[in-house]
């Protein structure tokens, strides 16, 4: 089965077409800058490539470009979009409603509506995605595949808020979580890489510009960093993960700003940015550390200082770790990160080997020592893969 697997976002959309039986990937592509002046990057083939400047004032021009790019002239990896045979579609909130993934129909089309309020630049371009599919190709099966989804076996005690209650009955106020295909992919993957098969004990760090940690007990998340929105939790590339009320209040007063600019601020101008003052990418703060710049030092510092943070909560949550897993873009790559926050875990039982932990890889790996109770892992992550495979097993039925 061929699933062609959509992410749409608010001015862009990332796409692949893969065969979740065989996990071949024949093509992945990025649509940038929709609405703009539109920009298509395709690779295919034997590691061939192809980039178009093209005009696309909507997604709907964009997803047409992609399927004749697909079908036809130099890009082409198939003979039609009859060879397509059904659509996954990535959905970033599904709020308490979707425990799983699920095929698109009008009621989760409005029902997604209805959640446009907790992720509103988000779900809106999931939801047109989604539409325009149906449109394009009637008939194909389209699944949403959400990011909140693996989140959903949370205890209440672990996602509600200390809020009056009539907030999460009125509102549905409470920590939801995200990066879900993710954690679910990378827990699973260590799983399988660890001789305990049972009552596993897995930390996962999803680490990139936007990152997240959770605690998965035995497959089943049981608390994550994020919260109502993706802003809560840890510093990232420009969001500022956990700050106190009472200093987002005091900042509004002293800078006489709405709790919008607030927010603004908060999302687009902090984390690695905000505290560096040089760049939301954490490649570019460690060059600035290595060559002695103090706010890229203070940077790098923060952000192992608040993942470690997160493991040894997780740690006492789960009674435990198993398994430590580093994944995502800073995860997989940042060695100095890994080494900053495995630092002092040994009572723990995590030990890192730090000639595993410098050796570059695009495998998933084990990094601990051999002596360390517990395991170390590397797993590069693919959301796009869950996504298929979820594809395939609600249109076929298969188990």
């Given amino acids: 089965m061929l699933v062609f697997i959509l992410n749409a976002g608010s001015s862009s959309l990332k796409y692949q077409l893969m065969n979740p039986v065989t996990q071949e990937t024949l093509a992945v592509g990025l649509c940038e800058r929709i ?15 192809l980039k178009v400047d093209v005009s696309m004032p909507t997604h709907k021009e964009a997803i047409e470009l992609v399927l004749k790019t697909l079908t036809d ?5 198939i003979s039609s979009i009859n060879d ?3 659509i996954g579609h990535r959905a970033v909130h599904g709020g308490e409603d979707f425990a799983g993934s699920v095929m698109v129909t009008d009621a989760v089309i409005n029902k997604m509506k209805e959640l446009i309020p907790l992720a509103p630049l988000h779900n809106p371009a999931n939801i ?28 209440d005690y672990a ?38 098969k049972q009552n596993t004990r897995i930390i996962v760090c999803h680490l990139g510009n936007g990152s997240s940690v959770s605690a998965v007990l035995d497959g089943k998340c049981i608390d994550t960093s994020m919260g109502l929105t993706p802003v809560q939790g840890l510093m990232m590339g420009t969001r500022a993960g956990d700050v106190g009320a009472g200093a987002i ?7 006489n700003i709405t709790i919008d600019e607030a927010l603004n601020i908060m999302n687009k101008k902090s984390g690695i940015l905000g505290i560096s003052e040089k760049s939301s990418d954490l490649r570019e703060v460690l060059e600035g ?31 435990g770790v198993d398994a430590l897993c580093f994944t995502g873009g800073i995860g997989e ?32 790996r084990d990094i601990a020592t051999n002596g360390s109770a517990g395991r170390i892992f590397v797993i590069p992550t693919n959301e796009e893969y869950v996504i298929a495979n979820d594809t395939y097993k609600i249109v076929t039925g298969v188990k």
């Fill in 35 to 49: 609405g703009i002046d539109g920009v298509l990057k395709h690779e295919f083939g034997d590691n061939q490539k």
């Fill in 73 to 77: 002239g130099e890009g082409k990896v």
């Fill in 84 to 86: 397509i045979e059904a």
């Fill in 128 to 155: 047109m995605g989604m539409e325009i599919c149906q449109d394009l190709m009637p008939g194909k099966p389209n699944v949403a595949v959400f990011d909140t989804a693996f989140h959903q076996t949370m205890p």
């Fill in 159 to 196: 996602y509600m808020y200390a809020l009056p209650h009539e907030q999460y009955t009125k509102h549905g106020i409470r920590k939801y979580g995200f990066h879900g295909t993710s954690h679910y992919f990378v827990s699973n993957e260590a799983r399988n890489m660890l001789d305990k």
């Fill in 249 to 255: 209040q005091y900042m509004m007063s002293k800078e």
């Fill in 289 to 319: 550390q290595a060559n002695g710049d103090k706010k890229c030092d203070l940077a790098v510092n923060m952000v192992a200082y608040n993942i470690k943070k997160y493991v040894g909560a997780y740690a006492a949550a789960l009674d």
């Fill in 333 to 364: 790559n940042a060695a100095l990160i890994r080494e900053k926050v495995c630092a002092g875990l040994d009572g723990m039982g995590l030990v890192v080997d730090p000639v595993k932990n410098n050796k570059r890889s695009q495998e998933s």
